[in-house]
């Protein structure tokens, strides 16, 4: 998929071979919180992620993108795209969606999410879903402003 230059200069496009690096460092200001990875220097995260982020970049049903401006990196979006039943077809499943705070609020997770649709459209897919807290106003508003709907509640068990 070419990259799609957006009106304010936002590029998007597949993280590519050679920038994990800088792609860990960026995951890092949403995992580093206990709910996820918990892992509080950027450094450690790093080292310790990596081979987690070699997997999902050799995974045929993963996809990772990233949105730059400037060449900077200032969002991501990690999806997964598999075969359910219970929609008989291909589910996008967004696994992580972080934008940088000081461009939160500015449209940039809107325009990485309209892109991540496109693409899971192009790769057939009937719908897209993802865990969020609907409970957090700020969760609930955004994802609702582009499009999602609350179903059914997200449950987990850690397995150590």
């Known amino acids: 998929m070419k990259n799609t230059l957006l009106s304010d200069n936002i590029v998007i496009k597949e993280l590519e071979a050679g920038f994990e690096e800088q792609y860990l460092r ?8 206990p709910m996820h990875v918990g892992i509080e220097d950027q450094e450690v995260f790093v080292h310790e992620t990596r ?26 979006v990690s999806i997964n795209i598999h ?11 967004v696994r992580e969606l972080y934008v940088r705070d000081e461009y939160q609020g500015k449209g940039t997770g809107a325009k990485i999410m309209a892109y991540v649709e496109v693409y899971a459209k192009k790769r057939g897919c009937k719908r897209m879903s993802l865990a969020t807290n609907w409970n ?8 609702e402003s582009v499009g999602f709907t609350r179903r059914c509640d997200f449950i987990i ?4």
């Open 26 to 33: 960026l995951a890092h200001g949403f995992l580093k919180k």
């Open 83 to 93: 075969p359910a039943l219970h929609i008989n077809g291909l589910e996008c499943v």
């Open 157 to 160: 068990k850690k397995i150590i």
């Open 136 to 143: 957090d106003e700020k969760q609930h508003n955004f994802y």
């Open 51 to 76: 081979k987690t982020l070699d997997l999902l970049m050799a995974d045929q049903n993963a996809k990772l993108f990233i949105a730059t401006l400037d060449s900077q990196f200032i969002g991501y």
